[in-house]
């Protein structure tokens, strides 16, 4: 066997630890029986549900019918746009309220993205914003800040 696509290998990979992790944590939990589940008992078969696919993914990488990729090196820029998306949306959620917080969130993320478009960037956060409102604030009943502070 030989290593075609290294994409789908460190996918499988990736899914393979996380699978096992989650439900090597979740065995901590009482697991309870199918028919009286225990806070254990969804996240340990999920888990191994995660670790299934990814070795079916991992196995599919070996394969002579694979397509041949390789991965690029890491890109340290794309990491640090998105967590710090995350962290800017967190810091200035509370002073700028859910809508400009949420749009702000969607534009400094989609920096991050090699094709990125301005046009396309606030089309997304125009709809995450309506989105947010509709699911979170009038469908769930969320209370949250909408609007800055200062306002």
């Given at each position: 066997m030989q290593l075609r696509n290294r994409q789908d290998f460190w996918s499988g990979m990736m899914f393979i630890v996380l699978g096992l992790g989650f439900s090597w944590q979740a065995s901590s939990y009482q697991m309870g029986t199918a028919a009286r589940m225990g806070p254990g008992y969804f996240p340990f078969?999920?888990?191994?549900?995660?670790?299934?696919?990814?070795?079916i993914v991992l196995i599919g990488?070996?394969?002579k019918k694979a397509t041949e990729t390789h991965v690029d090196?890491?890109?340290?820029?794309i990491v640090f746009l998105v967590i710090g998306s995350v962290v800017v949306y967190a810091l200035?959620?509370?002073?700028?309220?859910?809508?400009?917080?949420v749009f702000l969130l969607v534009?400094?993320?989609?920096?991050a993205s090699h094709e990125f478009s301005l046009k396309v960037a606030v089309a997304?956060?125009?709809?995450?914003?309506v989105f947010t409102y509709l699911a979170f604030i009038k469908g769930?009943?969320?209370i949250f800040p909408l609007w800055p502070s200062f306002i």
């Open positions: 078969w999920l888990g191994l549900v995660l670790a299934l696919l990814g070795a990488s070996l394969s090196r890491f890109d340290w820029r200035v959620l509370k002073l700028l309220g859910v809508y400009i917080s534009v400094l993320s989609s920096l997304n956060g125009i709809f995450l914003v769930l009943g969320l």
